[in-house]
């Protein structure tokens, strides 16, 4: 029960700015999950939620890994060494690769866990990364350009 509430915290974090625990507990009773404000406190605590601002201000709650400083470099070097291009078909996001580095590169997108990710698969210079939809096919570029910084 508490993994399939914390995925939903997952979705509905990801899918609506939510700015109180009361809102997300809200949510979540609406959702199916009976739920206090204290349960609801408990696994912001466990799955290290933590408000961000919203670009149009405010605050929402949102999920930061933070991974080994180091080891997260080397993957964004990884990935940003590999990159060639990338090309978003509906839900799925194409990115090319240099010959031969499409599994790196997918090994360095896993371990920077970016949340628009349901699966990925890796050819030899093609990963397709698949999204709920074309909407977070989207975000996940734009957030690839800013970790590589690539502007094209």
Known sequence: M??????????????YD?????????????????VTQATVSRDIREMKLMKMAKQDGGSKYGLVSSPNTADSEKYIRVLRDAYLSMD????????K????????AAAALDHISFQEIVGSLAGDDTIACFCKNEGQAMALMNKIKK???VYE
């Open 97 to 104: 690769t240099t010959a031969g580095m499409a599994n790196a």
């Open 147 to 149: 970790v590589i910084h």
């Open 88 to 95: 978003n078909a509906q839900n799925i996001l194409v990115i």
């Open 2 to 15: 508490k993994i399939a509430r914390q995925s939903k915290i997952v979705e509905l974090i990801n899918e």
């Open 18 to 34: 939510i700015e109180t625990q009361e809102e997300l507990a809200a949510r979540l009773n609406a959702a199916g999950f009976k």
